[in-house]
Nanobody
């Protein structure tokens, strides 16, 4: 059973920083792209940042220059360093990854349970 477990959310003042982590565990032979999404109340879930297995990254325009996504393949973990946080960054942040459990199975899409980020003004 593959699991993605996020940590690092919390309450921070505007201008502050937080670092989110998401660790994949279980029967895994390969992890492809890893992503962070967020969803604020009453809004659609949106892609924040993504990193490929080779390390290529892309970001939502709203976070470019403030957030950095990275991954540690040896630890099956993806990180999101969030700097210069704004109240509009407040949302539940979800980790997402393309994971293969066996060379005989197709790639599957997995989600973490979400971690709350709240930025006070």
């Amino acid at each position: 059973q593959v699991q993605l477990v996020e940590s690092g959310g919390g309450l921070v003042q505007a201008g502050g920083s937080l670092r989110l982590s998401c660790a994949a565990s279980g029967s895994i032979v390969s992890i492809g792209a890893m992503r962070w999404y967020r969803q604020a109340p009453g809004k659609q879930r949106e892609l924040v940042a993504a990193v490929t297995s080779g390390g290529s990254t892309n970001y939502a325009d709203s976070v470019k220059g403030r957030f950095t996504i990275s991954r540690d393949n040896a630890k099956s973990t993806v990180y999101l360093q969030m700097n210069s946080l704004k109240p509009e960054d407040s949302a539940v942040h979800y980790c997402n990854a393309d994971i293969r459990e066996s060379w005989y199975k197709p790639w599957n899409d997995y989600w973490g349970q979400g971690t709350q980020v709240t930025v006070s003004s």
